[in-house]
């Protein structure tokens, strides 16, 4: 059974980019969330995708933007990049939607916006 | 707003001896409280958790304890390892809810 994968694991781009993070969900998962953690803070949840659809969303701008594919891996892409996105992006997949399931976190693309 | 706070940024214990965590939350309709774990350079790790209708719920040396009235809760690590310095992350959901609310973590340090 292989986990939550993530990529890339760094990257660095230039404020006002464009930027895609992937996530390959653990195998039997349907369900992928993404979460932003800053410097210090605890993750953020940003949106959940289930079964290739939004399921719920935090509050984020919509330049921050989604999708789920058939295999159930996912992309988060950022548009116009800010300095404050600079943050560790997280991945966590799980069985179902509901929360009280158990989640897997990848180890996350840290994101680094100059 | 913070809806789950950790208030300690930070703990050192002597191996051996109980690591005590908290956390406290804000918003009543949370049921479900999660703690995690995690390494430098790793996501977070499942740890523990406890559902609303429980005040304790015990896993090997780790125990988790819930005070609803007071929206607290606390997680026991006895006895304390080396290998379980760490961050520690509480988070909590409400039962209809499909996110975490997380705290900003406690840095666990567990010295030999």
Not at chain 1, 15 to 43: D, E, I, K, M
Request: aromatic content about 14%; glycine content about 8%.
């Amino acid at each position: 059974e292989t986990g939550v994968t993530q990529s890339p694991t760094h990257l660095i781009k230039t404020r006002g980019q464009q930027v895609t993070l992937r996530c390959s969900s653990q195998s039997g998962h349907n369900t992928v969330s993404w979460y932003q953690q800053a410097l210090g803070q605890g993750p953020q949840f940003i949106f959940q995708y289930y079964r290739e659809e939004e399921n719920g969303r935090g509050n984020f701008p919509p330049r921050f933007s989604g999708l789920q594919f058939p295999n159930y891996s996912s992309e988060l892409n950022v548009n116009a990049l800010e300095l404050d996105d600079s943050a560790l992006y997280l991945c966590a997949s799980s069985l179902f939607s509901g929360s009280n399931y158990g989640y897997t976190f990848g180890s996350g693309t840290r994101l680094t916006v100059v | 707003d913070q809806q789950v706070k950790q208030n300690s940024p930070s703990l050192s214990v002597q191996e051996g001896r109980i690591s005590i965590l908290n956390c406290d939350y804000t918003n009543s309709m949370f049921d479900y409280f999660l703690w995690y774990k995690k390494y430098p350079a790793e996501g977070p790790t499942f740890l523990i958790s406890i559902s609303s209708i429980k005040d304790k719920n015990e896993d090997g040396r780790f125990t988790v304890f819930l005070n609803k009235s007071a929206k607290h809760l606390s997680l026991h690590i006895v006895p304390s390892q080396p290998g379980d310095s760490a961050v520690y992350f509480c988070a909590a959901s409400t039962n209809t809810g499909n996110q975490f609310y997380f705290g900003t973590g406690t840095s666990l340090t567990v010295i030999p």
